[in-house]
């Protein structure tokens, strides 16, 4: 397939509502053919999520893969590469924590970020059934900071303190200990 270039932080349409993916069009080649180059892409750039948007494709669609083990947010479960169409966030408990997070459209910076520690996730999978799945702590991270994207939010937009928004280069050498 091909990897398809990363629209970055600026372009307009990273900041635009994503459109659902109809149930017809989940099994269809095009949208097969979609996946492939995000999961391809998400391989050449390095990442552990990509929403369809980041390849300016206005679709309620994202991937995930975790390789699991030591990272740097420590040590964290592999999930394997998981297709989302049409996701939602239903937050189960509003307690926060932070996490530094990254972003294939933020190149180069890393932003501290609280978020809700507990969510449910309803989607449905490239097989076109329904799925729910409940996630804790940095995975719930990562699925809201994936989803947001068909929302046309970017991580940015939850930082509280802004002292708390540096290069990445920085944040190794000053903060990733
Ligand atoms: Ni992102």
New binding site residues.
Partial sequence: MAVRKIIRMGHPNLRVPAQPVAASDIRSEPVKRLIADMVDTLHDYGGI?L?AP?IDEPLRLAIIEIPGGESRYGKIEAMPLTVFFNPSVEVLDPTTAGYWEG????PGLRGFVERPQHIRVNYTNGHGESQSLELQGFWATVFQ??FD?LDGR??IDHITDPTKLVFEEEFNRYLNN
């Fill in positions: 999520g929403a980041q972003c294939l459209s933020v900071h994936e994207h970017l991580y």
